[in-house]
């Protein structure tokens, strides 16, 4: 029988960082382009995505830093969903700034109307499991990498996140940034961006299409020496909805696990 295997790629890149006017001299050094290095994969399962995710761990570095208060002098920070308690998970709204106050992971989401983390089977009383409770179908169509939430953005396909000194209101950014994906169908549908501080594209690409027709999992993370201070993610080309399926046409995907750099304050 043979197995599917991830397919990952790494690629190192330069792009000149854009300028804002400046009242220092006119003679002043343009600055240093930005370098980065993108891992990308995809896979039938967890297991087959496993190596790519544990290679942009080791590019953002250790520890694990959780959800400790302040920055923290070296490592990342994870975002898997998992313990969202059910009082923020669907059918409910989750708050958009959970993730930097109640679980102070120095991330705050925008772009839609609202964000939802699933329902897992602890208690099926509150949803089914991967959305079920927005279309009855999505539980055959997403699969998950870390058992068993996801997160999915609401009436729109877009969402923004920005980046804050974990459990405070202080701006802050990050050195990288990656996603895990589910169903990405098709090339060209669901793409991540990082922008500066001032709101200048830094660095975007597409994420791969996944393997299966059902389930996949796809993943695209980049690093940088730049000062990403917000990521904006498009996932697939439609919505979720109640009368919004999954075809050869409409490409529905939702995200699981997010990884980024520490974030430090903005100086």
Not at 4 to 10: D, G, M, P, T
Not at 98 to 106: A, E
Not at 135 to 160: A, D, H, Q, W
Request: zero cysteines.
């Amino acid at each position: 029988m043979l197995r599917r295997l991830a397919v990952i790629a790494i690629t190192t890149g330069a792009v000149t960082a854009a300028l804002l006017p400046s009242s220092g001299p006119a003679s002043a050094a343009p600055a240093a382009p930005a370098a980065f290095t993108k891992i990308q994969g995809a896979a039938a399962n967890a297991a087959g995505l496993q190596g790519t995710v544990d290679a942009y761990r080791l590019l953002l570095g250790n520890p694990n830093n959780g959800s400790a208060l302040g920055t923290q002098p070296a490592g990342r920070r994870e975002i898997n969903w998992d313990g969202t308690p059910d009082a923020q998970s669907s059918p409910n709204a989750l708050p958009r700034d959970f993730f930097n106050t109640t679980v102070p992971r120095g991330a705050v989401f925008s772009g839609a109307s609202a964000f939802q983390v699933s329902a897992d089977s602890s208690n099926p009383s509150s949803a089914p499991v991967r959305f079920g409770n927005i279309n009855s179908t999505y539980p055959s169509v997403f699969g998950t990498f870390s058992p068993e939430r996801l997160f999915t953005p609401i009436n729109s396909n877009k969402t923004t996140i920005k980046f804050f000194v974990p459990g405070s209101t202080t701006p802050a950014a990050v050195k990288g940034f990656g996603a895990v994906f589910t169903d990405v169908d098709k090339a060209g549908t669901t793409r991540v961006e990082v922008y500066d501080r001032w709101g200048g594209l830094l660095w975007g690409d597409w994420v791969p299409a996944g393997t299966t027709s059902s389930k996949s999992l796809s993943f695209l993370g980049v690093t940088t020496d730049a000062d990403i201070a917000e990521v904006r993610i498009t996932t697939g080309n439609a919505a979720l909805g109640a009368w919004t399926n999954d075809t050869s046409s409409t490409d529905l995907v939702v995200m699981d696990d997010f990884l980024y750099g520490e974030p430090k304050a903005l100086s």
